[in-house]
């Protein structure tokens, strides 16, 4: 008897559950004025349109989701270098993002901003206005040249929420390996 009920009263919740829809979260913002996603990003992959060494023309994917329960818009995202040999130079100017993905290229974004920073070997990307939340989006961009080195090559990708005191969050590496095809390690012309 005492199972019957309780497998009933279950029953009876997720009955109850159907029809149940989800409410966004609020941002987490503490008493400083730090404001935190409540739910962060997620970096879906990342990819390149050509991946052998000393190539021109390349343009590198890096597809971000944003969760309806983010609490929060994507003002901003910095992709940093963390490995491979060669430092990979970015046309800013050509680099643009977009809603969807590599494959389900959306409508452009704006960008307000686009900066790299060569010491600490990172790119920074300032959306306008603000991505919101419940849309998976793609950032593109174009090396000035794929990597003379071939190899594994890892960027750490950070999303920053508005405000002037965003917590950044680390969603993860975007992994791209270039090979070398035939070419000598010590010449681009393959001598």
Not at 2 to 27: D, F
Not at 36 to 60: C, D, H, K, M, Q
């Amino acid at each position: 008897m005492r199972v019957a009920v309780i497998l009933g009263i279950a029953i009876a919740t997720v009955v109850g559950l159907e029809g149940y829809t989800p409410k966004p979260s609020p941002a987490i913002q503490l008493q400083d004025g730090t404001v935190y996603f409540a739910s962060p990003p997620r970096l879906v992959g990342a990819s390149t349109t050509y991946n052998e060494v000393y190539i021109w023309g390349a343009t590198y994917y890096f597809t971000l989701s944003l969760p309806e329960n983010a609490g929060e818009p994507l003002q901003r995202v910095t992709i940093n270098q963390r490995e491979g040999v060669d430092y990979i130079r970015f046309n800013l100017k050509d680099s643009y993002a977009f809603e969807g993905t590599r494959s389900h290229e959306g409508q452009k974004l704006g960008l307000k901003d686009a900066t790299s920073d060569r010491k600490t070997q990172t790119t920074s990307l300032t959306f306008d206005p603000p991505i919101a939340p419940g849309r998976t989006i793609t950032i593109a961009l174009q090396p000035r040249q794929n990597p003379s080195v071939s190899g594994v090559y890892l960027f750490g990708v950070t999303a920053f929420p508005p405000g002037e005191k965003s917590h950044g969050q680390f969603l993860g590496f975007g992994r791209l390996t270039f090979y070398s095809h035939g070419h000598s390690i010590f010449s681009p012309f393959g001598w």
